[in-house]
């Protein structure tokens, strides 16, 4: 089994850029509907992950006891890359073994799939992978 038979290309995937101002990446974010994406870098290499979580505690402020939120002037100032998981979500690369992979998406939602260079070249999701092998049945 191939894992490219299982990948969404990065042209069918939603993701942000690791240079995008805060404000405008959770605009978007909340506009697709998802509420875990992948970031990438200029150059295209897959960087980390970020989740609506990372968003609130980036933009809010507390002392253990009231929660305040930032000023609208730190949303445009941060940086997706200020905020990202480089830990959630690792990559695979596309040579990896299928099996390896249908092991990890036990544990996220989607893998990252990069290439040789560490380039994004797409997702495989947990719902692919779980309808193929309902499918083969």
Not at 33 to 56: H, M, Q
Not at 64 to 89: M, T, Y
């Amino acid at each position: 089994m191939n894992v490219a038979f299982f990948l969404k290309p990065k042209s069918e995937v939603f993701y942000l850029q690791d240079s995008m101002p805060l404000a405008r990446a959770l605009h978007e974010m909340r506009r697709s509907g998802y509420t875990s994406v992948p970031v990438i870098d200029r150059e295209g290499k897959y960087v980390g992950a970020v989740n609506e979580g990372d968003f609130l505690a980036a933009l809010a402020k507390t002392d253990g006891e009231r929660f305040q939120l930032s000023a609208p002037e730190d949303a445009e100032r941060k940086r997706v890359r200020d905020i990202l998981n480089r830990e959630r979500n690792p990559s695979a690369r596309i040579d990896e073994p299928a099996e390896e992979l249908v092991s990890r998406t036990a544990g996220q939602n989607y893998v990252p799939i990069v290439d040789d260079r560490g380039v994004f070249i797409g997702i495989v999701t947990r719902r692919n992978v779980i309808r193929y092998f309902l499918e083969s049945k």
